[in-house]
């Protein structure tokens, strides 16, 4: 066969598996995976091997140019599709919006940092192809699971601590609630995301809870990798993230995550309130003049908390955020004034201070979050 004929044929190759349609659809979120996409799909390529699949690269607009890298594999791998997220940040989110691309009756979601093994793709499509289950997770606590090399000590411990929280206050019976790394049937996803938390990155978590019962579950043990480029993208800020979802699902979504994202930072801010107002006390400044700088320096406080955690997806950076930093102050004036108000006139016995404090700063907190969310942090 010469080389042109051989070439035909590979562009026939492509555009058969081009024309069959994906029984799996996997979902790779990704925020600087630049070095390790081409690795994962030459792995996907390998351990999908006779699986009608697609790859769904769901990219939060890397700064390291992860969605040009995924592009140009597209553009000579017809299974490759990419979905670039411009304003929106979250693993949970690109999850669902990559759920929700695809038209194959099965869909499979991991990292794409290589820390979850491909290999086992096949076992839990399998599984699902029996039809006694909805939702295969690939668990590191069942036997024969571990977290290998891929958790340091700290973490591995604080995902102990979240899978019993889970197991404890949601009921889950799962055995790894905190996996990443699971397969499920498409049209059971699709008639739970309109209850999904865009939020966060426990997508499993919310979709367990959230189904209430209804899903068959399987789960399977593996073993997780260790990262091998680029950087976790958890940071300790994610705690009080997932600390917002589980009051959330324990409430029954009655509340938004988010609003429980502002309030646990609130709570945060509670506390830097009363150690500066104690502190003004101490250096001589009266009670109103203590309490309004205790009340900006915990604003200062619960900006960039929030900037960082409650509003991640709408994140302000450079000018924008000293301009959102004014905005903050400006609208949290108005709480202020409350929380002066409020304080002063409980404020009658020194002893008292701490009552006084906490009662002032809970009344600015509901203004706070209505104006801060349509204002400082309004969608673009």
């Not at 891929?150 to 604080?158: E, P």
């Amino acid at each position: 066969m010469s080389d042109d004929n051989a070439g035909e044929g590979g562009a026939e190759a492509q555009t058969g598996v081009a024309a069959q349609a994906a029984e799996l659809s996997v979902i790779l979120p990704s925020f600087n995976e630049a070095a390790n996409i081409p690795i994962l799909v030459n792995l996907l390529h390998t351990a999908l091997a006779g699986i009608a699949w697609e790859a769904i690269v769901v990219d939060d607009n890397s700064p390291d140019g992860t969605t040009d890298v995924a592009r140009k594999i597209a553009l000579i791998d017809p299974r490759i599709r990419v979905i670039r997220r411009i304003g929106r940040r979250g693993l949970s989110g690109a999850c669902i919006e990559g759920i929700l691309a695809s038209s194959a009756p099965f869909v499979a979601v991991m990292d794409a940092d290589l820390q979850h093994d491909e290999t086992m793709l096949p076992k839990m499509l399998a599984e699902l192809r029996t039809g006694d289950a909805d939702l295969v997770v690939a668990s590191r606590k069942v036997d024969g699971g571990t977290v290998g090399e891929g958790l340091s000590k700290i973490r591995a411990w604080g995902s102990n601590i979240a899978n019993s929280l889970a197991q404890k206050l949601l009921n889950v019976t799962l055995e790894d609630p905190m996996s990443g790394f699971f397969m499920v049937r498409r049209e059971k996803a699709e008639a739970l995301a309109p209850k999904l938390s865009p939020q966060g990155f426990k997508i499993l978590l919310d979709l367990v809870s959230s189904a209430k019962g209804s899903l068959r579950i399987r789960e399977l043990p593996f073993t997780f990798r260790e990262r091998q480029h680029g950087e976790s993208k958890l940071d300790t800020l994610v705690t009080f993230d997932y600390f917002g979802l589980l009051l959330a699902k324990y409430f029954g979504d009655v509340i938004s995550v988010r609003f429980l994202m502002f309030g646990l930072v609130g709570a945060s801010g509670l506390v830097v309130h009363l150690v500066a107002l104690r502190l003004f006390l101490l250096g001589g400044l009266d009670f109103n003049m203590g309490q309004t700088a205790a009340s900006f320096v915990a604003m200062t406080s619960n900006f960039f908390l929030n900037n960082q955690l409650t509003y991640r997806d709408r994140r302000l950076r450079g000018v924008q955020a000293v301009i959102g930093l004014l905005t903050f102050y400006a609208v949290c004036s108005v709480g202020v004034l409350a929380n002066v108000g409020v304080a002063n006139l409980i404020y009658a016995d020194p002893s008292y201070w701490w009552f006084a404090g906490t009662a002032g700063a809970i009344m600015g907190a509901v203004w706070n979050y209505a104006a801060s969310s349509a204002l400082t942090w309004r969608k673009s």
